[in-house]
């Protein structure tokens, strides 16, 4: 009898402190009930624009790739020799006379070689078949070989065309092409393609338009490579530079399960990151969860919003955007409730182990 006594006067406290926290809050019944804390403020309660789609290939880019899909044709034609070519050129009957019958020869920058017996020709624009034919007729025409002159002609080193690939690739770097241009996806697959971490969009900035004002294209590459959009496969020519960025990330803190960073891939909404941090804790108070937003150098923008709102359908969810801070705080009810629960399972086991 001195037990059930002694174990009620334990519990009345912790009674009392249920109808205290009960108080407290205030609950909304219904099928989409929410609870909201009383302790909430309204200093991030700025209303929230409705958020567009972060999609990483936009209509103007999609307009850029097609104009580069204009050079499609140089693939099909034969290399053109650049400045810093190297060529290799033989003239069989030069060995007949005892001569060096083969020269390795650079195109210098204004496109000419130095030619022992020609001097100076111009070869730049040209393909090896066209220069080929052009030594012929000319050691001819100087009378240095007057009968069907024998030349072979080849490019010994590729290095007039160039297009760079930098960021989130495994081997980033410069990649001379061995043709005229050469595609997005073959210069991501000459750079060993993307590094661990990366993200799903390319930057192809085309300074081969204009130095001074490289032209920008967005290219999303998960659209690119899984989705076979060979209109998205944009062309590269000299002077093009790929960059590959890492991946896009928000961040996670409070009453979620695995709070820290999250991959932004593509479109990220706020339900979709909780989920992906593991969901909420029991103690989640989902009536004033915070973003903290970059909106300029050195400035963040408080969004505050019902979660339990967007749940029940009364509101849309929000699109993150890269750089956003999730703040989700503790329902002090909630924890004061779960702490005098777990304070009664206690004193019940214990007093059933007494008696």
Not at 67 to 93: A, K, Q
Not at 327 to 349: G, L, M, Q, T, W
């Amino acid at each position: 009898m001195n037990l059930i006594k002694n174990l009620c006067i334990r519990v009345a406290p912790i009674c009392a402190a249920f109808l205290l926290v009960g108080c407290a809050t205030n609950f909304t019944g219904g099928d989409n009930a929410t609870y909201s804390s009383s302790l909430m403020t309204d200093s991030f309660s700025e209303p929230i624009e409705e958020e567009s789609p972060l999609g990483f290939t936009n209509d103007k880019s999609r307009e850029k790739v097609l104009e580069t899909r204009g050079l499609r044709h140089l693939m099909d034609e034969n290399y053109m020799v650049g400045p810093d070519d190297v060529l290799e050129i033989s003239i069989f009957e030069w060995q007949a006379e005892g001569a060096r019958d083969t020269l390795d020869l650079r195109v210098s920058k204004v496109g000419e070689i130095a030619m022992p017996g020609l001097g100076a020709i111009q070869v730049g624009g040209m393909s090896v078949e066209e220069i080929q034919q052009y030594l012929v007729n000319e050691l001819q025409e100087a009378g240095i070989i007057e009968v069907n002159p024998r030349v072979g002609v080849s490019i010994k080193e590729f290095r007039s065309k160039r297009v760079s690939i930098v960021g989130s690739v495994v081997a980033p770097g410069v990649y001379a092409l061995t043709e005229n241009v050469a595609s997005l996806m073959e210069i991501i697959s000459l750079a060993g393609g993307q590094a661990s971490g990366a993200g799903n969009v390319a930057y192809v900035l085309r300074t081969s338009e204009n130095l001074d004002n490289p032209a920008q294209i967005e290219i999303d590459l998960d659209e690119l490579f899984r989705g076979g959009t060979s209109d998205l496969n944009a062309i590269l020519s000299d002077g093009d530079t790929v960059y590959v960025p890492k991946s896009a990330q928000i961040r996670l803190y409070g009453e979620v399960n695995r709070p820290g960073s999250v991959v932004i891939d593509k479109n990220l909404t706020l339900i979709e990151a909780i989920s992906e941090a593991g969901g909420l804790t029991e103690e989640a108070d989902k009536s004033i969860v915070r973003i903290d937003r970059k909106v300029g150098p050195g400035k963040t923008r408080g969004i505050s919003l019902n979660l339990a709102a967007i749940e029940a359908g009364q509101r849309s969810d929000i699109m993150l955007q890269e750089g956003d801070i999730v703040h989700i705080p503790v329902n002090e009810s909630k924890k004061a409730i779960k702490k005098a629960f777990d304070s009664f399972s206690r004193i019940f086991s214990a007093g059933y182990r007494i008696n």
